[in-house]
T-cell receptor, first 111, second 113 residues
Framework: SQTIHQWPATLVQPVGSPLSLECTVE??????LYWYRQAAGRGLQLLFY??????ISSEVPQNLSASRPQDRQFILSSKKLLLSDSGFYLC??????????FGQGTRLTVV | AQTVTQSQPEMSVQEAETVTLSCTYD???????LFWYKQPPSRQMILVIR??????QNATENRFSVNFQKAAKSFSLKISDSQLGDAAMYFC??????????FGKGMKLTVNP
């Protein structure tokens, strides 16, 4: 069966520090991969999605970037964090033409 | 661009009663998928129900059913016999041919005993 791993679960980082959140999927090949950010009590904002290695669509370019170095690995990065980057980050994967499955999320606090 | 709108930020329902959550979307595509997800306080995203746009029959999963009106671009979720465990944030989502998955802003459902 397929599983998704996202880490870390919580992270506290100072303003101006770099960020790297990692997400990996097991048990499938060529998944669609997604990064979302969710502010407290708010909706899911799509940040990036990828339909294959080297194919990344950016919805909110701003201070973040994403990479897909391997078929089942999706990384969210920032060179310098801002206070406004605080939030709950969710990674998800999906086969084509069906629903997405989510990781446990990362709660990021920028101080 | 595809958009998903959930106009009701909060709703409440009495235990054992029925509640309907509304969702509208905007798209120019003819083939797509619609979903309802539930997010309890644990923040884990849980799929509630899925509807393929090419299917005229409304999807049903136990106490959960949808009213899919393709021409009106409406996709509402009906929860029957509401239970305390149904209390959560509910998100409507759209997925089209590009595999881009877009969510509405969500709706907080409270279930009163």
């Amino acid at each position: 069966s397929q599983t998704i791993h996202q880490w870390p679960a919580t992270l506290v980082q100072p303003v101006g520090s770099p960020l790297s959140l990692e997400c990996t999927v097991e048990g499938t090949s060529n998944p669609n991969l997604y990064w979302y950010r969710q502010a407290a009590g708010r909706g899911l904002q799509l940040l990036f999605y990828s339909v294959g290695i080297g194919q990344i669509s950016s919805e909110v370019p701003q201070n973040l970037s994403a990479s897909r170095p391997q078929d089942r690995q999706f990384i969210l990065s920032s060179k310098k964090l801002l206070l406004s980057d605080s939030g709950f980050y969710l990674c998800a994967w999906s086969p084509s033409n069906t629903e997405a499955f989510f990781g446990q999320g990362t709660r990021l606090t920028v101080v | 661009a595809q958009t998903v709108t959930q106009s009701q930020p909060e709703m409440s329902v009495q235990e054992a009663e029925t509640v309907t959550l509304s969702c509208t979307y905007d798209t120019s595509e003819s083939d797509y998928y619609l979903f309802w997800y539930k997010q309890p306080p644990s923040r884990q995203m849980i799929l509630v129900i899925r509807q393929e746009a090419y299917k005229q029959q409304n999807a049903t999963e136990n106490r959960f059913s949808v009213n899919f009106q393709k021409a009106a671009k409406s996709f509402s979720l009906k929860i029957s016999d509401s239970q305390l465990g149904d209390a959560a944030m509910y998100f409507c989502a759209y997925k089209g041919g590009s595999e881009k998955l877009v969510f509405g802003k969500g709706m907080k459902l409270t279930v009163n005993p």
